[in-house]
T-cell receptor, first 114, second 115 residues
């Protein structure tokens, strides 16, 4: 079945550091890929998405590129802020009928210190 | 616009008691999802509805769990009887379509503790 694997956390960075959170996936077809973010005490929010190979999703300074050859969708940000502290989830959806049924990775806790 | 609304935000109950979690999806969204989040198992899809009809309940852990959607603006997830292993955060989400890249909008969750 479909699966998503994220790098183990937690990740702790200083403000303005470069961020990479790795995400790889296993799917039988051509999934859409997502990054969701969960701030403390809140539900998940869509951060960015990409629907086909080589697409780049971007939002709030975060970027991720859909790499079919490496089945990856790594999240990056050039300069993190304290307000980026949250849990980040990589996810995929696949199939005409499954549609927005999402398969999530384990989540990666990010803490940014001033 | 109001987002997905869930109640209660926190619930503490004793083993064996009935628990009912409530969700109001975003108006106009035809799909509603119930998820469970635990440290051990991460985020799991329990069930989802389309136009108030349950489509896939294969993620519901056992018969103690049931979900209903009596109308387009309200859904419940019931656990009867509850057990300590049901302790988790339960999220409700809604989306407009079941398209491949459609966004799901999550509520703030209900943190359930079963003693």
């Amino acid at each position: 079945g479909d699966s998503v694997t994220q790098m183990e956390g937690p990740v702790t960075l200083s403000e303005e550091a470069f961020l990479t959170i790795n995400c790889t996936y296993t799917a039988t077809g051509y999934p859409s890929l997502f990054w969701y973010v969960q701030y403390p005490g809140e539900g998940l929010q869509l951060l960015l998405k990409a629907t086909k190979a080589d697409d780049k999703g971007s939002n709030k300074g975060f970027e991720a590129t859909y790499r079919k050859e490496t089945t990856s969708f790594h999240l990056e940000k050039g300069s993190v802020q304290v307000s980026d502290s949250a849990v980040y989830f990589c996810a995929l959806s696949e199939g005409e009928t499954s549609g927005s049924r999402l398969t999530f990775g384990e989540g990666t806790q990010l803490t940014v210190n001033p | 616009d109001a987002g997905v609304i869930q109640s209660p935000r926190h619930e503490v109950t004793e083993m064996g008691q009935e628990v009912t979690l409530r969700c109001k999806p975003i108006s106009g969204h035809d799909y509603l999802f119930w998820y469970r989040q635990t440290m051990m198992r991460g985020l799991e899809l329990l069930i989802y509805f389309n136009n108030n009809v349950p489509i896939d309940d294969s993620g519901m852990p056992e018969d103690r769990f049931s979900a209903k959607m009596p109308n387009a603006s309200f859904s419940t997830l019931k656990i009867q009887p509850s057990e300590p292993r049901d302790s988790a955060v339960y999220f409700c989400a809604s989306s407009q379509e079941l398209a491949l890249a459609d966004t799901q909008y999550f509520g703030p969750g209900t943190r359930l503790t079963v003693l």
